[in-house]
C-alpha cells in the first residue's frame, strides 16, 4: 500500500468522524442556538470598530453633560475640528478604532447673525450656556458646510457615568470578552496538556510532582490566584488574560492525566511501544487524537469560565482598567443604577455576558453528546 493511499484513506476516515459528530451536533437544538449566538458575536467582535456608532478608540468619546442618560436619549451637537483630520487605513481603524479629530459640544439651539454663530450649550435638563462662535474658523471658511457641523445623536442604550455611548462600549467589550476567553483557554490547554500528558504517561516520581503542583495550586481558592498573579505581573489587558490562564490549566492537566493513564494500558499502546516508537511519538501520534474529544469540551468550558473571571476582576477594580471597555467594568460603573428607573445601565452587560456563557455552555454540551460515540 502507497504512502499516498494511506493519506487519502485516513483523510476520507478523518472527513467522516467530522460528518458524523456534525450530524449528531445539528440534532441539539440549543447547542445551535448557541452555535448561532456565538458566530453573531465573533463577527460584532471582528468588526466592533465598523458598526459601533462612536468608533474612536475604545468608544471613549466623553460629554460629561449628558452622563447617566436613559437609552433612546437624543441631543443636538456642534461638531468643531481640532485639528485636520488624516487618513486612517481600513484595517487600522477595524484594530485600534479611529482617532478624533473634533469637538462635540451639546447644544439646545443655533442662531447665525452675521459671521458669528450663537448657540446655547446644553449643561443639563434645565439649563444651558450661550455662546459665540465664529463662523469662518467652524467652517474653514467654507459657509456651505456649515450644516454638516451639526449632528444630532441617538444614545440606543445611553450614556454612563463620562457621558460615553454604552451600546458602542457593549459591542467593543465584546472583543474584550472573547479575546481573555481565547488567550486564557490557549494558555491553560499549553500548559495543562503537557503536565498532564508527562503525568499520566511517565508516572511515578514524575506523577507525584506534578500532582504535588495541582494540589497546591487547586487548593487555592481561584478568584484568590488570579488576585496573586494580578498583583505580580500588573494589571494591563495582556497581564490579565494570562493571568486568568495561569489559573484554569488545573482542570486540563487532571483531565489530560486521568485519560492519558487510561490509554497508555490499551493494546494498541503496547504494540506501538513492541514496534520501538519512541515515547514522544506515542504521546503525539497515538495518546493526543483520543483525548482531543474531552479536551474540547473542557477547553470550551474554561472559554465561558475565563469570560466570568474577567468580569469578576473588572468588577472589583483590578482586572481591566478605564477607558478600555469590559463588560465587567460596565457593570462596575453603573450598578448603583440598580434601584433606579436607569437599570439598564448595569443590566445590559449583564445580560450580554450571560448570554455568551450560556453560548458556550450550550456548545460545550452538545460537543460532549456528539463526541461520546458510546451514547449513541
Known sequence: MTFKKITTDMFVQSAGLLRNIWIRFKKNKPAIAGLIILSIMVL???????????????????????????????????VIN???????????????GKTSFYSYVPITKYEMKGDDLWVNRYVDEDTSVQQRYSINEITNHHLKELKNHFVEKKYMLGTDHLGRDIL??????????????????????????????????????????VMWIINICWSIPTLLLV???????????????????????INVARMVRTQVMAIKKSLYIDAARVMGFSNSRIIVRHILPNILGPLIVLAISNFATAIVLEAGLSFLGIGI???????????????????T???????????????LVLAFNFIGNGLRDALDVKGT
Open 82 to 96: 481640532n485639528k485636520t483630520p488624516q487618513y486612517e487605513s481600513f484595517f487600522h481603524v477595524l484594530l485600534y
Open 44 to 78: 460584532i467582535a471582528v468588526f466592533a470598530y465598523v458598526i459601533a456608532p462612536d468608533n474612536t478608540t475604545d468608544a471613549d468619546m466623553q460629554t460629561v453633560e449628558i452622563q447617566s442618560k436613559s437609552p433612546g436619549y437624543k441631543q443636538l451637537f456642534l
Open 168 to 209: 458602542s462600549r457593549l459591542i467593543i467589550g465584546t472583543r474584550v470578552s472573547l479575546s481573555v476567553g481565547f488567550i486564557a483557554v490557549l494558555v491553560s490547554v499549553f500548559i495543562g496538556l503537557i503536565l498532564g500528558m508527562i503525568a499520566g504517561y511517565y508516572g511515578n516520581k514524575v506523577d507525584a510532582l
Open 341 to 355: 428607573d436607569k437599570a439598564l445601565l448595569a443590566l445590559i452587560p449583564g445580560i450580554s455576558m450571560m448570554i
Open 227 to 249: 488576585f496573586i498573579l494580578t498583583i505580580a505581573i500588573g494589571k494591563g489587558v495582556w497581564q490579565i488574560f494570562i493571568a486568568i490562564g495561569l489559573t484554569l490549566w
Open 321 to 339: 482598567q478605564s477607558p478600555t471597555p469590559s463588560w465587567g467594568l460596565m457593570i462596575k460603573e453603573n450598578y448603583t443604577f440598580i434601584i
